[in-house]
Every structure is written in C-alpha cells, then in structure tokens.
C-alpha cells in the first residue's frame, strides 16, 4: 500500500462522537447513583411521608432503592434485543442518532422526578435510559471497530470499554458533596446525561455510517466508498480497502446464519455455549456492581467518615480506569484463561479479606484499612473478568454462530446485573458484613469451572477452537495440561 491509512481529524471526530455520545450513557448510570444514594433515598422517605402520612419503612426502602438501580438492566436488556434489529433496519448511524430520543426522556424524567415529587419518575427515567444503554453498547462498539484502520482496529476495537470506565468515574467525581452531589443538586447530577446525547445529536450529521456495515450489510457500495473517503482523507486509495470488503461481503452473503434454538440443541455449539454463559455470569455475579453500584454505602457500613467515602469512591473509579488500561496491554500477551483465573482468584481472596476486616472490632484503622481488600476488588476484577468473557464468547464462536451466541452473552449479562443490582440493599441489610462471603462462594465456584472447563483461546485460530467441541474433538474440559502447553507456544499458531 503506497499511503497507509491513519488517524485523521474526521476519523478523530465520528471517533469521540461515538465513545462520549454512546459508551458515555452506560458508564455514566453505572456510577452516577453511588455517591447521592443517601440524598436520594431522603427523597424517597420525605416522598412517601407526604403522601401516604407516615415514613417509609427501612426494608421497603432498600427494595425500591435497589430496583430504581437495578431497573436499568431491565432496560439493558430490552435494549440490546433491539440493538441488532435497529442496526439491519436503519444502519449502525440511524440507530445510534435516534437513539438520543431515550437519552433525552429519561434524562428528563431523572431531572424534574423531584420536582414533580414522583420517585415513579426517577425510575421510570432509569429504565429509559437502561434501553439507551443497551442499543448504544450493542452499537457503538461494533461502529468504533468498522471505522477503524485494520492496523489501529484492535485499539479502536477497546475505545468502547474506556468510554465506560471514564464516564463512570466522571459520575463519580461529579458525584462529589462539593460538586453535584447535594440535597438540591442531586437532579441536575442525573440529568446531566442528557449532554452526551446533545454532544452526539451535534456532531452526528457531519459523520457517515461504518463503511463496513454499508458494503457489507446493506450492500450500498458507493455510499460505502463515500464513507471511507471521509474516514480517510481525500489523499487515500480506497480501492485496496473496498475490495477487501467487497471480498468479505461475497462470503458473507452465501453464509447461512446459526439461530439461538440450534444453539442449544447442536451439541458442539450447546458446549462453547454453556462457557459463554457461565463465564457472563462470573463477570457479574462476582459482586462487581456492589461495588460500582454501592461502595459509598459500602465505605459508611466500614466506619469511614462519611465526609470522605465521596473521595474514597472516585478512587474505586480511578483504579477501575487504570486497571483497564493495564489489561488491555496485558490481554495481547497473557493467555485469557490465565488472567481471568488470576481474577477470579484474587477477587476472591478480596472477600475474604473484606469480610474479616468488616467484623474486627471497629478502629479508625481497621475501617480505612477495608479500603484496601475493596480497591484491589475492583484491580482483580479488570485484570480477567471484566473483559475476558467478552473476549471468549467471541472466541468460541464461528462466523456463523457467533452473532446468536453474543446476544445470548449479553442477556445473561443484563439479567445477572440486574439480580446483583435488585438484591444487594436488601441481602446487605439482612447480613451485613457477611455479604461478600456470598460473593467469595460463588467466585471459588467460577474459579473452579474455569480451571475445569475453560478452554485456553489465545494463540488459536477460530476453526482450531471449534474444532475442540466437535464430535471427534479433543475437548474434555478445560484439561489444564494441555492449555499450559498450548500457551507456552502461543505465539506459533
Ligand atoms: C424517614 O424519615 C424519618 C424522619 O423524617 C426518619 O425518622 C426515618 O428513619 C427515615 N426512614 C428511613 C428508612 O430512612
């Protein structure tokens, strides 16, 4: 290739207009309602006092609160269901354009719930935007990786996980007691996800659908060279790219889809599937989002003036930043079922920890010294499970098989998101400091499924992995001798 496709400015701008227009709404309503959980829920109590003449009771308070978090993967789920219909119908541009429209009504509903003095808005609003949320992360990524350069593809392929991470932990900054975090500025703080929607609904006319989705999908060949002539500046040669695309689009088109049924019926796919699913599971269920939904609350159980826990939970966000960065250069060279057992593990061992501390007898000391099982938690958990079961459901998955099994991946993600979300408060106020112990089980249970089952994925072409579970397949588990072997020499193949 004479001259090699690069970044340029207008790949820089449909660049920032999908990570802060789209991953943006998801990391943000992750941790947008962790530092004001005490203000809001003062809310909810004055609320229903003026309603109903007297306060509300504790336990109905921890229920309503968990499903007003919890609600959005409601959403979530509802929303990458629709992700893949929206992109066939309107192309991966439309959808995420029209998208804003759920952005915008629950920014709304969230902004003005307390001056109508109707928590049923907030939560409504949350659910809203829990739709928004799972269209734009079934969207967004998929249009980061097309627009991309095939040398900067892998990188662009990240861009998504690092909208979240950083919108997460701008929430929380926002979230502060001297910022947004207040009893009159609480709204503002919810609605403030409204302006990445106003960000994206500005700067997406100027930007072309994915090239790729255009040639590929939807067959719109000059459409398509439109595109990547803007992606690429006027001084590039399309021509090798589109023919690249045109080749994958002949493939794609004789290419008959796997549906869900055949998923569970077939037994060389129902295999790879039950890891996909149980690897989703340990992402979620591993108690993650106790910790990004609830670790303010989390922080106060432990004795930490609550003066501080603010801070000490944007530093559960600044550690979840850094750790992903960390990952995304370690993913390259460790094997994934290696990092997600380190994980797994050392999450597990944080519980534990965590458990001891929150039942020795309280000292200024032993309650800041809980930040630490807490912290490496959140370190753990960015190491192997936050993206690991992303990068395996992918793996073990054709061509064919592969768009069925991710959106199957991604219901089982939302619903255990949603269980953890929902029953936390509640579990919490039962057993207190015992809570993680139920997390330090079901860890040591995914852990052991993992070293069991879990196949390693890196340093393997697709077909050598599916050809695991074939009938005449060499797959019995995750037979830990041979996947050390295979990793010494990951590289070969
Ligand atoms: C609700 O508010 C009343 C006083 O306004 C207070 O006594 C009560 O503890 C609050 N209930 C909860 C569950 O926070």
Request: glycine share 10%.
């Amino acid at each position: 290739m004479a001259d090699e496709a690069g970044v340029t400015k207008t790949l820089v701008l449909a660049t920032s207009m999908a990570v802060v227009g789209s991953t943006f709404q998801f990391g943000y309503n992750t941790g947008v309602i962790n530092a004001p959980q005490k203000t809001i829920e003062q809310f909810y109590n004055v609320t229903f006092l003026n309603r109903y003449g007297h306060p509300i009771t504790a336990s109905t308070l921890n229920l309503l609160w968990g499903f007003t978090v919890a609600v959005t993967a409601v959403g979530g789920m509802i929303g990458s269901l629709c992700a893949g219909v929206a992109a066939e119908r309107y192309g991966l541009k439309k959808s995420m354009l029209y998208n804003n429209i759920t952005a915008i009504l629950g920014a709304a509903l969230m902004g003005f719930s307390e001056l109508a003095g109707s928590f049923e808005m907030l939560i409504i609003g949350r659910f809203i935007i829990g739709i928004n949320s799972g269209i734009n992360m079934g969207i967004a990524p998929m249009y980061l990786t097309e627009i991309a350069p095939v040398k900067y593809r892998g990188v662009f392929g990240t861009l998504g996980q690092f909208g979240v991470v950083t919108s997460m932990l701008l929430s929380q900054v926002l979230g502060l007691r001297w910022l947004l975090g207040t009893p009159t500025l609480w709204p503002l703080l919810l609605a403030l996800t409204g302006v990445f929607a106003i960000f994206q609904l500005a700067v997406i006319p100027f930007c072309p659908d994915s090239p790729r989705f255009l040639l590929v999908k939807m067959n719109k060949e000059e459409e398509a060279r439109e595109a990547l002539q803007w992606l690429r500046g006027n001084h590039y040669d399309v021509k090798e790219e589109m023919n690249n695309m045109r080749i994958e689009h002949q493939a794609n088109s004789t290419e008959r889809k796997t549906t869900i049924i055949e998923l569970f019926t077939v037994s060389y796919l129902r295999k790879p599937l039950i890891i996909a699913i149980v690897m989703q599971l340990s992402q979620q269920l591993s108690g993650i989002n106790a910790v990004f939904y609830y670790s303010t609350q989390l922080f106060i159980a432990a004795g930490i003036p609550e003066e501080y826990t603010g801070l000490t939970t944007v530093g559960v966000g600044v550690v979840n930043v850094v750790m992903t960065i960390v990952s995304l250069l370690l993913i390259e060279h460790a094997g994934r079922r290696i990092l997600h057992l380190i994980g797994l593990g050392g999450m597990c061992v944080c519980s534990v920890i965590l458990v001891v501390l929150l039942n020795l007898h309280r000292t200024t000391v032993i309650s800041w010294l809980t930040l630490v099982p807490i912290l490496l938690f959140v370190a753990f958990f960015q190491t192997g499970p936050g993206s690991i079961p992303w990068f395996i459901t992918a793996e073990l998955f054709n061509q064919s098989s592969r768009p069925a099994a991710v959106s199957i991946a991604g219901l089982v993600n939302w619903l255990g998101n949603f269980t953890i979300g929902l029953a936390y408060p509640s579990i919490n106020a039962e057993i207190g400091g015992y809570t993680f112990i139920i997390f330090a089980v079901l860890l040591a249970i995914f852990w052991i499924f993992t070293y069991f089952r879990v196949p390693e994925t890196k340093g393997r072409s697709i077909n050598e992995i599916t050809a695991l579970f074939q009938p005449e397949g060499e797959y019995l588990g995750g037979k830990p001798v041979k996947t050390y072997q295979k990793m010494g020499c990951s590289e070969s193949s």
